[in-house]
């Protein structure tokens, strides 16, 4: 659990470097999705961003979870100015114990938040136990950087406060191989894990939303590669 300055911090870096790529987000991953409504939950909402963007894209209540207190307070100002904001349900909870009945929700997003989880076994199966038959969970994360990833990085991340974010998360980070095995140890059927990219349509669909861009996302610095699970529930564990 974050302290609530570390949850602070991380919005206003989240602000400053990160904020653009929400719309994008949401865009890929309604277009996985496949339909225009159901039950939500946004696996680790942060300041809660990625449920704003799927808010406007999914008709149908949106959970978004956190285990921390003030990432919730967080989540709650942003989200507190949209439309449709009665459809969001701030759950506090953590996903190796979540606090709803077995197929319950129709999809499952979680973003950066993989390297977080304690038990990645445990907390695949919870989320697999909760969505209903059909529904779909996709989780995505970066793979660990090449080893001269610091230096370049550096250079446009100067604050270091901002810094250790990216680098604690480099350090937690785990490769498509090691998430393979670890969805073998669930024992769930059938997933997928493939590199991540977001396509044209996205950008397309997002072109106006995008703002100011920061210098990594021209690909001026390498940046580790990102990965994304997806499953789909066949039926119950």
Not at 182 to 203: H, K, N, Y
């Amino acid at each position: 659990m974050l302290s609530p300055e570390a949850c602070y911090t991380y919005k206003r870096f989240v602000d400053k470097y990160q904020k653009y790529i929400y719309p994008l987000l949401a865009a890929n991953l309604h277009r996985r999705y496949g339909k225009s409504s159901g039950r939500v939950i946004d696996m680790g909402t942060g300041p809660g961003y990625l449920t704003g963007e799927l808010l406007s894209r999914i008709e149908g209540p949106i959970h978004a979870l956190d285990i921390n207190p003030a990432m919730h307070e967080i989540a709650y100002e942003y989200i507190s100015t949209l439309d449709h904001r009665k459809r969001v349900i701030f759950d506090q909870a953590d996903i190796h114990d979540l606090p709803y009945g077995s197929d319950f929700v129709d999809l499952i997003v979680s973003y950066s938040c993989y390297h977080h989880w304690e038990n990645p076994v445990r907390a695949i199966r919870e989320c697999y136990r909760v969505l209903k038959p059909g529904g779909k969970l996709f989780v995505i994360d970066t793979e660990p950087p090449a080893d001269d990833w610091e230096m370049p990085l550096r250079s446009v991340i100067r604050e270091p406060e901002y810094f250790a974010i990216i680098a604690k998360a480099f350090s937690e980070s785990r490769t498509m191989q090691e998430v393979e095995r670890v969805c073998r140890e669930t024992g769930i059927p059938e997933f997928t894990i493939s590199e991540f990219q977001f396509e044209a349509e996205d950008i397309v669909e997002c072109i106006d939303d995008l703002g100011e861009m920061p210098e990594w996302s021209s690909g001026s610095i390498s940046s580790p590669k990102t990965w994304i699970l997806e499953i789909v529930k066949q039926g119950g564990l």
